[in-house]
């Protein structure tokens, strides 16, 4: 259109009409006279809207989705994360408090017996010797441990030791098949010999074969010449089964050793001798069996018949 006086005029004419409009449409307020024209301009245009919005939606749900996909993952990480700490945590502290336990009742059965001992940890199963039953400890000639020290723990005796390394020491279990150890019968105080036989009871030859012994006795280390290598009355086991008499010079029981040789933790070298022997005082006090309730039941006799209810009484 070529700038004449005529176009400049419908310009003017426009905007005029334009203004108008809208100074009619606010004035009306909710009932303008342009609604009309609103609503029909809406029908027209607001399917394409509609469809423009449907084509552009999916695209921007699938890219929030995948955001929040990668934050959810995130979070799933982190969690799982701090899961895995807290349960090492708990472990630990489960395990602080095992070891507290075992070294509370290795300090009372040492002070029980009056043994001096050095405190060690397992920190070895076996050794390149055979197949011997042993453990090996963080403690060595450093700590003043020397070869033929008796080993306990806070339930008995856990075996001897039999090589040491600077800082380290290996130890013989009392259930190996090769070790053997004098014992004293709790009481009676009939002695014999305790071998191993690797996971199974210990076996005890009384020296006396009419020797008084019944299932549930107990039995102590009865200690070696100047306490090497073991000293007297660390707790072994308790009787669980007597051999009858076989007409032999010695009996033979069976015992069930105390400690639990499949999971040894904190135990004590010991480094000192008592002054005197303990006997039996190291043994644990005996559980009093729990009274079995009795149940009396007293048989009520029934009423006897009366006069009056016997046959023939209305006659």
């Known amino acids: 259109m070529r700038d004449t006086r005529e176009s400049r005029l419908l310009l003017v004419l426009l905007v005029a009409i334009a203004f108008a409009l809208i100074t009619v449409d606010i004035r009306g307020g909710e009932h303008s006279p ?24 999916p695209v921007g749900n699938a ?14 990480s982190v969690l799982e994360r701090e899961n895995a700490e807290l349960k090492q945590r708990l472990a630990a502290v489960d395990r602080n408090s095992s070891r507290v336990h075992e070294l509370e009742k290795l300090l009372k059965t040492a002070g029980a017996g009056q043994y001096g001992i050095k405190a060690a940890q397992v920190v070895g199963i076996g050794a390149a010797q055979g197949f011997s039953w042993t453990v090996t400890l963080d403690v060595g000639e450093r700590d003043g441990i020397r070869r033929d020290m008796t080993v306990i723990n806070g339930d008995g005796l856990v075996g001897r030791v039999t090589t040491v390394g600077p800082s380290t020491s290996t130890v013989l279990l009392a259930n ?3 070790f ?6 709790e009481g ?5 010999f305790a071998n191993g036989r690797g996971d199974s009871a210990l076996t005890v030859q009384l020296l006396n074969s009419k020797a008084e012994v019944k299932k549930g006795d107990r039995l102590v280390t009865f200690g070696s010449s100047n306490d090497r290598p073991f000293v007297p009355g660390v707790p072994v086991g308790e009787v669980i089964r007597v051999d009858p008499h076989s007409g032999g010079l010695t009996r033979t029981v069976r015992v069930r050793p105390y400690v639990g040789f499949t999971k040894l933790d904190i135990v004590g070298v010991v480094v000192r001798p008592p002054r005197t022997d303990p006997r039996d005082t190291v043994l644990p006090p005996r559980t009093k069996p729990r009274p079995t309730p009795t149940v009396t039941v007293t048989a009520t006799p029934s009423a006897r018949p009366s006069a009056s209810a016997s046959p023939g009484a209305d006659r």
């Open 34 to 57: 342009l609604d009309g024209a609103r609503q029909v301009t809406a029908s027209v245009l607001g399917p394409v809207e509609n469809s423009v919005a449907t084509a552009v939606d």
């Open 63 to 76: 890219i929030a989705a995948v955001r929040d996909s990668g934050e959810r993952h995130d979070r799933i």
């Open 176 to 178: 190996d098949p090769d």
């Open 180 to 185: 053997t150890v004098g014992t004293r019968l």
């Open 188 to 192: 009676t105080g009939e002695l014999g």
